[in-house]
T-cell receptor
Framework: AQSVTQLGSHVSVSEGALVLLRCNYSSSVPPYLFWYVQYPNQGLQLLLKYTSAATLVKGINGFEAEFKKSETSFHLTKPSAHMSDAAEYFCAVSNQGAQKLVFGQGTRLTINP | GAGVSQSPSNKVTEKGKDVELRCDPISGHTALYWYRQSLGQGLEFLIYFQGNSAPDKSGLPSDRFSAERTGGSVSTLTIQRTQQEDSAVYLC??????????????FGPGTRLLVL
């Protein structure tokens, strides 16, 4: 079985500060990993995904994530937060044998002016 | 191009009534997924379609829940005899299915269901 743990249900940073959202996964087979963002009253939008190519993945809106197999982690970062980054962020895992996404509980990101 | 669309956007119903939720996937996407998002349970997988067949319906919480897909396109999720615990946002997603799990799933805006 696969699972995802997102450390911190709420993260608050100042505008211009580093954003770090943590994600750890559990999978018995090589995983595919995803970060999605959800703005209020909207569906989920893909930020980036890891599919066993480069371990450092760059996504939209200046976000990136690094796959670390030894740490079973896929943390999301952005060097400088913008007010428009305020949203809920979900880490998810799937694998070659399963189509469904297994999501973490989500992290709500607040940006302070 | 058009994204995944869902209707209705909001649905209020009384306990015990049946509801139908509709999903229109992106044109050409053969895979379609239903998820449920609730405060207590987070985002949960319900069912997955490849074409008109459902290889994985393991996430359906009870036999009150069913889904179908016709013509390899539109899908309907039906909840019979709704209960208050069915209140949630029901999200639909679609993808180009290549059977390896790495395809990006594109999500619709969801249907917010409230059972009184």
């Amino acid at each position: 079985a696969q699972s995802v743990t997102q450390l911190g249900s709420h993260v608050s940073v100042s505008e211009g500060a580093l954003v770090l959202l943590r994600c750890n996964y559990s999978s018995s087979v090589p995983p595919y990993l995803f970060w999605y963002v959800q703005y209020p009253n909207q569906g989920l939008q893909l930020l980036l995904k890891y599919t066993s190519a480069a371990t450092l993945v760059k996504g939209i809106n200046g976000f990136e994530a690094e796959f670390k197999k030894s740490e079973t982690s896929f943390h999301l970062t952005k060097p400088s937060a913008h007010m428009s980054d305020a949203a809920e962020y979900f880490c998810a895992v799937s694998n070659q044998g399963a189509q469904k996404l297994v999501f973490g509980q989500g992290t709500r990101l607040t940006i302070n002016p | 191009g058009a994204g995944v669309s869902q209707s209705p956007s909001n649905k209020v119903t009384e306990k015990g009534k049946d509801v139908e939720l509709r999903c229109d996937p992106i044109s050409g996407h053969t895979a379609l997924y239903w998820y449920r998002q609730s405060l207590g349970q987070g985002l949960e997988f319900l069912i997955y379609f490849q074409g008109n067949s459902a290889p994985d319906k393991s996430g359906l919480p009870s036999d009150r829940f069913s889904a179908e897909r016709t013509g390899g396109s539109v899908s309907t999720l039906t909840i019979q005899r709704t209960q208050q615990e069915d209140s949630a946002v029901y999200l639909c997603a679609s993808s180009l299915a290549v059977g390896v799990g790495q395809e990006t799933q594109y999500f619709g805006p969801g249907t917010r269901l409230l059972v009184l």
